[in-house]
């Protein structure tokens, strides 16, 4: 259903109860939000003031069309990684195409009702990128925290551990001392009151210190200089076929991650308040907040878990709750903007630790090695993947790994068998159904096909069809437990009638279920074979193979 929740909200009554609870919990959720959004601008390589504009764009759009009641949008962790590499390589304007691209793709996906399929992305492969992007940003802010007289960041992560080890020993002692008061504000004041962020706290206490002490730290305005404290006018990016085929990989890959976090969000709000989301409605506002904010200088967007969650704690229960916020965040950003110039960037650095602690859920990751070994090589594969090579190839890579380990798994549980000699002994002697119970006729095999009979499991059906010594009057397949057949599995059984029938041989199909038995009828093969020999169940095949066989008499006599 392609309807934001906010309209079936106003349908059901909106009191002035829930009006004030949502202005409460709006205000609270935008000022958590406002040092995230100058944090992962920032950490993206952009300037501060486009983590805000995009948190204020952004989280307005994602409110007000969300398919989730209390979904809060904005800037996260998960983009931080793939942002940065694309404005080195690229600039802003390969972003911003980026970025519109993955707004189509995402409105593609919820038009075409692909909000649940997305959701099939196997829980190794996320864990393994968020991981990996958590470790990223991390290692980024070490620069910010110790405050290392470093120029230029290169790119890549190993790269990344060589320049802090050769600048070490220029650490400003200044930038240590309020990256650590930082984390500890941060750590200790969630114990006292989880009402005003202690993030908020942190950047209030340190940025008052280093200016009433003159402490020689960097600060965003030292850095970045001056920041604007008004959202500009759009501006549509210069766009060209090059430059779309260029970036259509990173738009891809924001896409999906923009997708996977804001349904995970909405799940996780699910949970909390016992309301379902609309995935497909929510996929539909993350493609458009994500097609507006490039045009205001902004960054790709998403559901945020932590901002949701506290929205809902704090009283949030409508979309409202989320417009606010975003409004909080605009009057925050013309009204004090340019204070933010003084904030420390070992305050934010600590900041993105915490976030990238939080993030990593390090719990999970290690839980995950108790997994199957397969399921551990794709973590650790996605993991490395991402900190080594690039976002985009762990996420590619990982969802094909997962995809062909998924497929050797399943053709290990479809088997093909003779139940008449081999698998007789294992056959259930309670089923009514069991070929125990049943009087085999002389010159009739009777194979049993059991699972998916897809492109995974189409040679071992056809080795084991190989086995036969002798070939029988008739072979009787029997497919009451092959509920989906695919292309390749029709194939497989095109060519061993066509085998049959030239060893002399005739097919029965037994009990086929209704998609295996429509896509024979659409490939064509239900009439090669013939409909009179597709019965419904194997004693209805054994009288069809007795008739076969009597035919087969009378015409030699």
């Not at 620069?143 to 992560?157: A, H, K, W």
């Not at 605009?330 to 939080?358: C, D, E, Q, R, S």
């Amino acid at each position: 259903m392609l309807i934001p929740k906010i309209l079936t909200i106003f349908k059901e009554g909106y009191s002035p109860r829930i009006l004030f609870g949502d202005i409460t919990a709006g205000v609270i959720v935008g000022i958590v939000a406002l040092p995230l959004s100058i944090a992962f601008g920032i950490a993206s390589g952009v300037a501060p003031e486009q983590g805000l504009i995009t948190a204020v764009i952004a989280g307005f759009l994602i409110s007000l069309l969300s398919g989730s009641r209390v979904q809060i949008g904005g800037p996260t962790g998960a983009f931080v990684v793939i942002i940065y590499g694309i404005i080195r390589t690229h600039g802003y304007e390969g972003l911003a195409v980026a970025t519109l691209i993955a707004g189509v793709i995402l409105i593609i996906m919820g038009i075409a009702r692909l909000g649940s399929v997305i959701k099939f992305i196997p829980y190794p492969v996320t864990v393994g990128f968020t991981s990996g992007i958590a470790l990223i940003i991390f290692i980024t802010q070490i620069r910010e925290f110790f405050g290392l007289p470093i120029q230029d960041m290169p790119p890549d992560f190993i790269e990344k551990i060589s320049v802090y080890a050769q600048h070490f020993s220029g650490v400003n002692l200044y930038a240590v001392g309020i990256g650590l008061v930082s984390l500890l504000i941060m750590i200790f004041w969630k114990k006292l009151t989880d009402k005003v962020p202690g993030s908020l706290i942190a950047i209030l206490l340190t940025t008052a210190a280093v200016q009433i002490f003159q402490l020689p730290v960097d600060t965003i305005g030292s850095r970045f200089g001056d920041v604007p404290n008004t959202i500009p006018l759009p501006k549509f990016p210069a766009i060209s076929w090059q430059l779309i085929v260029q970036m259509f990989p990173s738009g891809l890959t924001i896409a999906l991650l923009a997708g996977i976090e804001s349904l995970l969000s909405a799940v996780v709000a699910d949970g909390m308040t016992g309301h379902r989301h609309r995935s497909n409605m929510e996929l539909v506002a993350q493609g458009i907040a994500n097609m507006v904010t490039p045009l205001f200088g902004g960054i790709p967007a998403t559901g945020a878990i932590a901002r949701t969650a506290t929205n809902i704690k704090n009283g949030g229960k409508t979309p409202i709750a989320g417009i606010v916020h975003a409004v909080t965040l605009l009057l925050i950003l013309i009204f004090f903007g340019k204070w933010v110039v003084l904030i420390p960037m070992a305050t934010l650095a600590a900041i993105l630790m915490i976030v990238a602690y939080n993030m990593s859920e390090l719990h999970i990751f290690i839980k995950l090695f108790r997994s199957p070994l397969s399921d551990v090589a794709v973590l650790i594969t996605t993991f490395l993947l991402t900190v080594v090579i690039d976002l985009t190839v762990a996420i590619e890579v990982g969802i094909v790994l997962a995809a062909l380990l998924f497929m050797y798994r399943m053709s290990n549980i479809t088997q093909a068998g003779n139940i008449t000699k081999s698998l007789t002994d294992e056959s259930d002697p309670d089923d009514p159904n069991s070929i125990q119970k049943r009087k085999i006729p002389k010159d009739v095999i009777v194979y049993e096909i059991f699972g998916t009979f897809f492109f995974g499991a189409a040679e071992k059906f056809k080795d084991a069809i190989r086995e036969i010594g002798k070939p029988p009057k008739v072979l009787i397949l029997r497919m009451r437990d092959v509920l989906v057949i695919d292309a390749t599995g029709i194939r497989a059984l095109d060519d061993v009638l066509a085998r049959t029938r030239k060893e002399g041989s005739a097919i029965v199909i037994s009990g086929a279920h209704a998609q295996p038995l429509y896509a024979l009828q659409r490939q064509g093969l239900a009439d090669k074979i013939g409909k009179e020999n597709f019965c419904g169940d194997i004693d209805l095949a054994l009288e069809r193979a007795e008739v076969i066989i009597a035919e087969g008499e009378q015409e030699k006599s």
